[in-house]
């Protein structure tokens, strides 16, 4: 008799891409325990999948400029469609919306997550270019904590991505932080462009506030806006930084924003979040 367990199957983010299902303004995905979150699924998976979905429909020439997102209803493992609907075509601006639709247990269809792209072609201006140069940090990744993935401990789907905290404290362990610099990486990003990474990793992280708690406490998105810049990656396995903010807290409620660099130092986005902590 042969007792061994066998190890859960994983589905790395270039084989769900790989395995969509488009049919005309809908696009099907399936998505595993593997990239749960609590009672839900990984809310920069989503967006992520979202975005695919809104490349599929309306075209992918040009680049996604800010994407809104808001997270309505909790995604269980199982196939997912994402319907979009194309608001507007202008001249160098399209707006894109997608919705996030499951079936319940009764069968009838519900909406988990409603977003709104901005895909923007590039144009000649006379403004002069800004660009940040990304701040150093304590410690490099070498040198920087790597945070395992312990199972029913850590969220599930970060067994997909590796931490590695340069700045901050652990959540609920009662730290005096409001940030937390993180290096970041997908485990195996295949041909994943650097658009769809940044919108994964710049949801990747809790938000600090929880380094306040001296015990755990449940916590979820409400809502989140990013803005993106166009980057290049000249190394596809280097670490992205991630680098968070508590900005205001109040009534269960954080409001954060989330500075995403890429491993070469080029600012590939901005984000704000509000987040219910429970507790």
């Not at 990239?35 to 309306?58: E, H, K, P, Y």
């Not at 410690?139 to 067994?159: E, M, R, S, V």
């Not at 462009?193 to 380094?211: F, I, N, R, S, W």
Request: proline share 8%.
């Amino acid at each position: 008799m042969n007792d061994t367990v066998s190890a859960p199957t994983l589905q790395s983010l270039p084989e769900m891409l790989a395995a969509r299902a488009p049919a005309e303004a809908r696009v099907r995905f399936h998505v595993g325990d593997d990239w749960g979150q609590g009672r839900t699924t990984f809310g920069g998976l989503l967006s992520l999948l979202a975005v695919q979905a809104m490349r599929d429909v309306c075209g992918a020439d040009w680049p996604l400029r800010a994407l809104q997102t808001s997270f309505v209803g909790p995604v269980v493992p199982g196939p997912v469609d994402i319907e979009v609907h194309l608001l507007r075509q202008g001249k160098n601006v399209r707006q894109v919306q997608a919705r996030l639709l499951q079936a319940d247990g009764s069968g009838e269809e519900q909406v988990a997550g409603v977003l709104l792209g901005v895909f923007g072609t590039g144009r000649d201006s006379a403004l002069p270019a800004l660009n940040p140069a990304r701040p150093d940090v304590a410690k490099d990744p070498d040198a920087a904590l790597k945070l395992p993935f312990i199972p029913g401990l850590t969220p599930n789907f970060t067994q997909h991505l590796e931490f590695r905290v340069a700045e901050g404290g652990l959540p609920f362990t009662g730290a005096e932080n409001w940030h937390s610099r993180t290096h970041v990486r997908v485990k195996q990003p295949g041909d994943v462009d650097a658009e769809l990474q940044a919108v994964l990793m710049a949801d990747a992280g809790p938000t600090p506030a929880l380094q306040r708690l001296n015990g755990f406490a449940p916590a979820s998105s409400v809502s989140w806006a990013l803005e993106l810049r166009p980057v290049v990656l000249s190394e596809t396995t280097g670490f992205w930084r991630m680098d968070k903010d508590a900005l205001v807290t109040g009534e269960g409620y954080v409001n954060e924003r989330t500075t995403l660099w890429t491993p070469c130092g080029q600012l590939a986005a901005l984000g704000y979040q509000v987040v219910a902590v429970y507790a």
